[in-house]
């Protein structure tokens, strides 16, 4: 196991003109599960091959353990890989696909025997071993690419989206066995993820990217109660965050006409971020007009607007939904975003019935 250290890394392509990641600064404890997440195209697959050096690095410099690694091949760096795409060798069982690269390393057959019996009492591939991958099922075949890793027994794990090609059931025990093998085995692991429920459920801390850059790094409660920007709150939470054009005046934050909460600042315009999970169906409140209702068993999310602008809320009533509702916000719950650059304000909003005491 050891810590991993990037300082200011960056990837640059087309002679240094186009920037695929820049600016990255992220220290990782030992045992410590990073989850990077961000849409496709933010960097982070770029950022995790250029950990594996499976990419050069164009400017910073990468250590895993007391070791700058920046020149050094995959095979020298102690990491092992989890792919996408299981990566097995379709002619070999499962035992020689998880003991292939111990022997490449010239281990002893004991030390083999018994590191991949260990491995497949952890991920229960037992009943497995002498099979081959094409008669397995895909959740198996990710168990086997977990294995071949764990066998290593390396500094680091990197996982690059492995549930990607599963089916939502499957993703959803597939990282609890992640999560809970993590913790049994204590290594540090970076992962990446552009679905952002299997990165809270995951991550003791996210690392959240956009265009290459990280716009916020958190445990992931502190990233859904704060987020930092526009951006990370629109990505993380599900339903995400409605976001809306509101104004300030005289240190009020009002909404199509409708005073919310006292912040104490403005006056101006502001972006107001409402979690639809922090809203409720009231006799008063904001007058929302009624589009669509999602049925989801336990709850439903209602999908309607206010003053023209689109809002959900959740709620766990069953009674019927009329076209136009009230809808009650919790001050305490308000995110402000300055209108311009996208940033969080921090405030301490007050409810309006306590400025008439």
């Known amino acids: 196991m050891a810590h991993l250290s990037l300082k200011n890394v960056g990837k640059t392509y087309a002679g240094g003109t186009q920037a695929a990641v820049s600016g990255i600064d992220i220290e990782i404890a030992d045992g410590e599960f990073i989850v990077l997440v961000g849409p496709s195209g933010c960097g982070k697959s770029t950022l995790l091959r250029m950990v594996a050096g499976l990419e050069t690095i164009s400017t910073g410099e990468i250590r895993i353990g007391e070791r700058v690694v920046n020149t050094l091949d995959p095979a020298e760096r102690d990491i092992a890989m989890v792919f996408q795409n299981y990566a097995l060798y379709p002619h070999m069982s499962v035992r020689d696909n998880m003991a292939y690269g111990l022997k490449n390393r010239g281990q002893s057959k004991p030390v083999i025997a018994e590191r991949v019996a260990e491995a497949a009492r952890m991920l229960e591939l037992g009943p497995y071993l002498d099979r081959k991958p094409r008669a397995l099922s895909g959740g198996q075949r990710q168990r086997v690419a977990m294995g071949r890793a764990i066998v290593r027994q390396p500094a680091a794990f990197l996982f690059d989206e492995p549930l990607s090609n599963l ?191």
Do not use: C, W
Request: no cysteine; glycine share 10%; hydrophobic share 40%.
């Open 167 to 357: 089916d939502a059931k499957l993703r959803v025990s597939m990282r609890m066995e992640i999560r809970k093998l993590q913790k049994r085995l204590g290594t540090t692991s970076l992962y990446v993820t552009h679905d952002q429920l299997e990165a809270m459920t995951l991550a003791d801390r996210l690392v959240v990217l956009n265009g290459g850059r990280i716009e916020q790094i958190g445990a992931p409660l502190e990233v859904y109660r704060k987020p930092a920007s526009t951006f990370v709150a629109s990505f993380i939470g599900a339903p995400a965050m409605s976001l809306l054009d509101a104004r300030i005046e005289g240190g009020t934050v009002t909404l199509d006409g409708h005073a919310l909460a006292h912040v104490g600042q403005g006056p101006g315009p502001v972006t107001l971020g409402l979690r639809a999970e922090d809203l409720r169906l009231a006799r008063s409140g904001l007058p929302m007009a009624v589009e669509h209702v999602e049925e989801l068993g336990a709850q439903r999310i209602i999908h309607g607007t206010v003053g023209g602008q689109p809002l959900a809320v959740v709620d766990t009533q069953e009674t019927a939904v009329a076209d136009h509702v009230h809808v009650a916000v919790d001050p305490a719950r308000l995110h402000l975003f300055d209108t311009r650059t996208g940033t969080r304000i921090e405030t301490q909003p007050h409810p309006m019935r306590e400025l008439a005491l």
